[in-house]
């Protein structure tokens, strides 16, 4: 075999495999873009791409999002029945506020406060879907709460009752960063 047809042979192995390349490379982009990706897999001599069936990713994130609410009602009952027995051992002062009700924050989101004696619970809701859960302790006309997100993000809550129905105050996150926050008391 001569020196030309080697490189001929060789020439045509490597666009052939540059060929197989791009065409796996759009394939799996298509795929990514317009049915979702499920997993990839690279063996020597195979490469496999499947990818979510129509219905299966609604699917997933329904059974997700239902495992999300599950974890924040269990979360929600514990803290609930923490701050009813604390509350049982504890009579409020005359000057603590009463916050419990639901509260529509400037972001959109509403809070849900239920409040024992000096102890509250807060649960945030979008979409009538449980996003957030906090617990916290009221003085007066000051609450502060400790809150987790779904997005896992924590927070402090810093509020204090300036009105009858707006609490105002700031929200420091996990990551240091603060922000203002006011509610306003939408029910009972």
């Known amino acids: 075999m001569g020196e030309s047809s080697r490189a001929t042979k060789t020439s045509k192995i490597a666009w052939g495999a540059i060929g197989a390349f ?7 982009g298509y795929g990514m ?8 897999t690279i063996e020597p001599g195979k490469t496999t791409v499947r990818f979510i069936k129509p219905g299966e990713l609604s699917s997933r994130v329904s059974e997700e999002s239902q495992t999300v609410q ?4 269990n979360r929600l009952a514990k803290l609930e029945k923490d701050a009813q027995q604390r509350s049982e051992t504890v009579q409020p002062s005359a000057e603590t506020a009463n916050l419990n009700g639901s509260w529509l ?3 959109g989101l509403t809070y849900v406060i239920r409040q024992y004696a000096d102890r509250a619970v807060m649960q945030e809701v979008y979409n009538g879907q449980i996003t957030g859960t906090g617990w916290g302790q009221v003085r007066g006309n000051n609450v502060t709460f400790e809150s987790e997100a779904a997005n896992g993000v924590q927070s402090r809550w810093d509020l204090q009752l300036v009105q009858a129905d707006t609490l105002q105050g700031t ?3 996990s990551n240091g960063m603060t922000s203002g926050a006011q509610l306003q008391r939408t029910g009972e």
């Open 171 to 173: 929200i420091t996150f």
């Open 70 to 73: 599950a974890l924040f009602e």
């Open 22 to 28: 791009l065409v796996g490379v759009l394939v799996i």
């Open 105 to 107: 924050g400037a972001n």
């Open 33 to 40: 873009k317009h049915q979702g990706l499920s997993d990839v």
